[in-house]
């Protein structure tokens, strides 16, 4: 295959180079030069949440190598990583990501949102911890996910997890309760709820429950709809982010069988016929090609939009495409890069005449209030700076019938479309399969009580929503044999109509909850380009469309777990079809987007196939009792 000169420009990488990074304190980074020379039974391709659990995982057995290649940094333990309300860590993204024009949407292209660090999207984040619900799971299961529904993930929520029950009196207050049962005490994911709110909370809150929404008591239970206030990945005591590089890679101690490459990036995977025996990868910033190794396999856990690109560039995928590139096929899955989705999203910007303060805009506007807020923080860990800055504190999550009056006539509309219509033109047959199945299942979702659009406002200037389920569907594709390009990301948003009928319907009851009369009195006005008086349908759909954002960083579903005749990807153990040694271990996976945020998932799926794959091989784990072995 064909490489690119600007990466084959031999750079000199000196080990001090890469050493100079800050090194974890129990760690062990290695030189590019020490992974060539080793020969490891595992190597992970991305650093992220999926990628550090299953490499902590495996590493418990002494006698087993693992390899992490990771094209970001180590981050510096910024306080805009760690403190809530510092957020946002600018430094650690993919920059630029770009999409290709988007029909729908203007023909603007976007930015997507992807983190670019040992930790991957834990490491920026907005920090919301929730799950599915087990409806969503059970459409996982029928689409051939196997072993994936509620009854056999629920274990490794739990042994993700370290949640820490809130003051009683607190949660009474701020209106939620939990089920301890369904919760994990002794997990790496420090996870709590914030302690304080601001005021203004409670008037959203209550206005949307008179808009006809439920609270939801305890999210995390299986069943996330209605009203709910949001739990946090962050650590009960200190208030700062549990991030996967301190809960999935810190906490391995002395482990010398566990090393992380940062700052390189996997190129493809090195095949010996269909068994995976090394990966290639080279420094992110350019030089020259290196490998390493392998004796077991290959996980891949670069995210939805890099996984599709390394399995391209390794000759998994539609041939087709392979031979446009030259690429010998290893194997022809028409399904790696196809089933592209995220949930789009927009804000609303609000003017409130009679806003209670202070709000979540007094920490930026008022620097007074903002360096007492920091210091009470400081002092005793409460206050806005536990908050995700700028993050509302209460979301809605409304099934269509919730939303919209007009629900039933949607869905009609729905069914009565052709599924092929939308998707990218030259879609191969059994995606389009896959699709039909998913379209099936999504539409009955519509119909029932599974969320389609999440709603909130950040107690001052800005309402966002969220679009759950949509229908549209993009694909992922190389557009070189050049590692370091950025492939055709083309999520197609609002392509299909019916997720332009949905977001109209959004749009209203997001109306509709900020006109009860509990946010009524403060006197919320939409503000330009949106307006209270805009009621015309085709006027909100023309303005939509220039608001819409394709991504809420929750990019999934490009190399799915489905059946192979259903575009499918990998079987339920994550291992990729028609080769030997390869797993997809990221949200790549996934057969269709969930209601919640993915990280709970993503840490909660990385402790399932580490042990699928402990099994596998007779690996040892470490015990609760101390013990080397249980
Ligand atoms: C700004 C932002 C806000 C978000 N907010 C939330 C939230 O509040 N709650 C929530 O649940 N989820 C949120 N998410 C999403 C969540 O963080 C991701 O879904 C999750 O991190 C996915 O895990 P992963 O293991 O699939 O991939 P990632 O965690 O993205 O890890 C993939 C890693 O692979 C690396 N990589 C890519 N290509 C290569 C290559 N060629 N070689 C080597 N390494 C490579 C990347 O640098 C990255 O570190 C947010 C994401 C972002 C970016
Ligand atoms: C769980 O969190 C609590 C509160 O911060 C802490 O005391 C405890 O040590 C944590 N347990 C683990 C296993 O991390
Ligand atoms: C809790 O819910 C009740 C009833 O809907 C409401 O009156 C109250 O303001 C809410 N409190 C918060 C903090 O949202
Ligand atoms: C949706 O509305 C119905 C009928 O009013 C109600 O019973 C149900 O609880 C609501 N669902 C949610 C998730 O709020
Ligand atoms: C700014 O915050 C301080 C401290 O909370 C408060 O005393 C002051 O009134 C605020 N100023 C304005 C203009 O709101
Ligand atoms: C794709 O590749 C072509 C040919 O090299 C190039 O002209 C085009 O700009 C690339 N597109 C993107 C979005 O990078």
Redesign the pocket.
Known sequence: MKFHPVFLAAVALTEAATTQRRTPKFATVVTPRTAQDTAYDFIVAGGGISGLTVADRLSEDPSVSVLVIEAGPIDNNEESVLIPGKYFPVPYLWLPLLTVPQTALNGKIFNMPAGKVVGGGSVVNAMVFVRPGKDELKDWETLGATGWDWNSLLPYYKKSENFTAPNAAFAK???FSYIDAVHGHDGPVQASYPNF?FEG??????AA?SSGLR?VGDPNAGNGAGVM?ISTVVDFTSRTRSHARLNHYEVAKTRPNYHLLPGHSVSRIIFDRKKAVGVEYLPTAGGALLTAKVKKEVLVAAGAIHTPQILQLSGIGPKKLLDKFGIPVVADLPGVGANFHDQPSIIIPYRITNNIQPNTATLNENATYDAEQRARYDQSKTGPYVITRGLSQ?LALSPLRNTTSKWAEIVAAARRNDPSKYLPADTHPTVLEGYKAQRKLTLKQYEGETPVAMISWDTANSNRMYFLRPLSRGSITINSTNPLLVPLIDPQTMVDPIDVDLIVASTLKNRQIMMQPMMKVLGPEEASPFGNHITDEAELKRILAGVVEPSSAHQCCTAAMMPKNLGGVVDPDMKVYDVKGVRVIDTSYWPMVLTSAPTATTYASGEKVADVIKKEYKLKSLCKNGKSSC
């Not at 909370?201 to 209550?206: A, I, V």
Request: no cysteine; proline share 7%.
């Open positions: 207050a701020a209106n709110y909370t409670k008037n959203w809150f209550e429950v609270p206030f209460n």
